[in-house]
């Protein structure tokens, strides 16, 4: 399995950005998906994540009202859709599928990962 995130970039406070996540290589469908993020000096920590079906997400709390997670299986492409950014935001954004179909907030759930896209946020 291989995913390409993309969409990462600079941005200013209160602007916006969307991530993608292609995947290839397996049956996209099958699966959850999930982004994790890790700022300079930080440990990898969760943000949102979709069940196979799209009905199911979650995230964390200090994202949630601000970011979608969405997916179009159809595209084999989850999205990570980030509004009102701060620059707490900033961190290199991960893309993960895990081979249950069950969203999953724990990183050790997820057995594939991107390789990762910058979102550099300022003030």
């Known amino acids: 399995v291989q995913l390409q995130a993309s969409g990462g970039g600079l941005v200013q406070a209160g602007g916006s950005l969307r991530l993608s996540c292609a995947a290839s290589g397996r049956t996209f469908s099958n699966g959850a998906m999930g982004w994790f993020r890790q700022a300079p000096g930080k440990e990898r920590e969760f943000v949102a994540a979709i069940s196979w079906s799209g009905r199911t997400t979650y995230y964390a709390d200090s994202v949630k009202g601000r970011f979608a997670i969405s997916r179009d299986n159809a595209k084999n492409t989850v999205y990570l859709q980030m509004s009102s950014l701060k620059p707490e935001d900033t961190a290199v954004y991960y893309c993960?599928?895990?081979?249950?179909?069950?969203?999953?907030?724990?990183?050790?759930?997820?057995?594939?990962w991107g390789q990762g896209t910058q979102v550099t946020v300022s003030s």
């Open positions: 993960a599928a895990a081979n249950v179909r069950t969203a999953e907030v724990s990183p050790v759930s997820y057995r594939y």
